[in-house]
């Protein structure tokens, strides 16, 4: 039987996206994906190039299903410090229902694997990395906005860069983690730090 290929290619990059999440690139093989999946090497390779390029679906997939729902926090609302403290909260929710240690972030797993030496995959992390500073950035402006700190365009775009930055960083650190608290205390003090930096002292 042929397998479909339009509703049957999501399935399987929901599927191989969970295997590569789990266990990384180098470590999973096509005969992981066949077994985890249920179809065979053929079937696979009538939608995909190989593995690289079902791992390139799966970056995509992700991006899609994870990232867009979180940049979607930092875009929307008015206030700019709620809406990073539930960007946060996002991600913590998804270790909280993997378990600790959690799955870390499926971009920042691949930025620290495979980035440095495949262009492919390093081109992706830094367009969500760029995206991710924009949202970000949005939301330290409507942040700044209503409070009385005083920081310049410039600087609102470094803060932007450290939020994107340490974010990558935590959920790295959460695939060693067996406390959830640890994250959620990282959220906690990086929210008081931001308040007082820009002013926020009504909110604390």
């Known amino acids: 039987m042929v397998r479909p290929r339009s509703k049957s290619r999501e399935a399987l990059v929901g599927i191989a996206m969970k295997v590569f999440w ?10 992981d994906l066949v ?12 939608d995909f190039e190989g593995k690289d390029d079902l791992f390139l679906g799966c970056l995509s997939a ?17 206030d700019g410090l709620h809406a990073i403290e539930k960007y946060f909260d996002f991600f913590i929710s998804l270790h909280r229902r ?4 959690g ?3 499926f971009l920042a797993n691949a930025m620290i694997e495979l980035a440095p030496h495949d262009p492919r995959v390093r081109d992706m992390v830094n367009q969500h990395l760029k995206e991710l500073r924009g949202a970000f950035l949005s939301a330290l402006q409507k942040a ?17 860069g450290f939020l994107a930055t340490a974010s990558q960083g935590l959920w790295s650190f959460a695939r060693c983690s067996t406390d959830i608290t640890q994250l959620e205390g990282f959220k906690a003090a990086l929210i008081k730090l931001l308040k007082a930096r820009l002013d926020h002292s009504n909110l604390c």
């Open 22 to 31: 789990k266990n990384g690139f180098s470590e999973t093989s096509v005969e």
């Open 98 to 101: 993997h378990g600790m240690p």
């Open 144 to 160: 700044a906005a209503s409070g009385d700190g005083k920081l310049s365009k410039s600087e609102l775009a470094e803060v932007a």
């Open 62 to 78: 992700y991006r899609k299903n994870y990232v867009k729902p979180a940049l979607n926090f930092l875009l929307s609302g008015d």
């Open 103 to 105: 799955p870390g972030c």
């Open 35 to 46: 077994a985890a999946t249920g179809v065979g090497r053929g079937a696979i390779y009538s």
